[in-house]
């Protein structure tokens, strides 16, 4: 069974487009993270969330943790071919001990 | 600072023979992990590390072992090496809710 599920599992968009990834479960998390994939490559960083509610703007990328801190969701404004990529969130329960994968969005931004 | 660095690379096994994946961070973090990555299934934990002397199973642990006798290494043992067992593996650490990954090893078993 997979704790954190991500929808959709494959997206492909022109470039300048919109669009929203997203990252749901029925646990409650004490944070959820959101990294970049690039094929060859480890997975990459982009932000923590840790507050029910916040939302959290990296230039063109915005994330919200829900309410309920039980789901997140990723959003890409005006994509650029540079945002091509396989983009995974995880959650940890209990902070630094285990953490829960999703199973991953690949995205490719067609110029 | 170099990160998390993981050896080797690539690695072919056959089926029953052992090794030992190498993983290494200089950034003084107390946690650690292990990870395999499989098509379309995200990572996987396999062990964890909060620190030197302890470690504790992932959701998949069965036929590996780790050890973790200093901060710096955290070294991943498969004994037995099975079909099932071909994956990419990714070690991680870190020092809360942010984890820092290496460049990971492509294992194949046949």
């Known amino acids: 069974t997979q704790l954190l599920e991500q929808s959709p599992q494959f997206l492909s968009i022109q470039e300048g487009e919109n669009l929203t990834v997203y990252c749901n479960s029925s646990?409650?998390?004490?944070?959820l993270q959101w990294y970049r994939q690039e094929p060859g490559e480890g997975p990459v960083l982009l932000v923590t969330v840790v507050t029910g509610g916040e939302v959290k703007k990296l230039k063109r990328l915005t994330f919200q943790f829900g309410d309920a801190r039980k789901d997140s969701s990723l959003h890409i404004t005006a994509a650029q071919p540079g945002d091509t990529g396989l983009y995974l969130c995880?959650?940890?329960?209990?902070?630094?001990?285990?953490?829960?994968f999703g199973t991953g969005t690949s995205l490719t931004v067609i110029p | 600072n170099a990160g998390v660095t993981q050896t080797p690379k690539f690695r072919i096994l056959k089926i029953g023979q052992s090794m030992t994946l190498q993983c290494a961070q200089d950034m003084n973090h107390n946690y650690m992990y292990w990870y395999r990555q499989d098509p379309g299934m995200g990572l996987k934990l396999i062990y964890y590390?909060?620190?030197?002397?302890?470690?504790d199973k992932g959701e998949v642990p069965n036929g590996y072992n780790v050890s973790r006798s200093t901060t710096e290494d955290f070294p991943l043992r498969l004994e037995l090496a099975a079909p099932s067992q071909t994956s990419v593996y990714f070690c991680?650490?870190?020092?809360?809710?942010?984890?820092?990954f290496g460049p990971g090893t492509r294992l194949t078993v046949t």
């Open positions: 646990s409650v998390f004490s944070s």
């Open positions: 991680a650490s870190s020092y809360s809710s942010e984890q820092y």
């Open positions: 590390s909060v620190g030197a002397g302890i470690t």
């Open positions: 995880a959650g940890d329960r209990d902070t630094g001990n285990q953490f829960y």
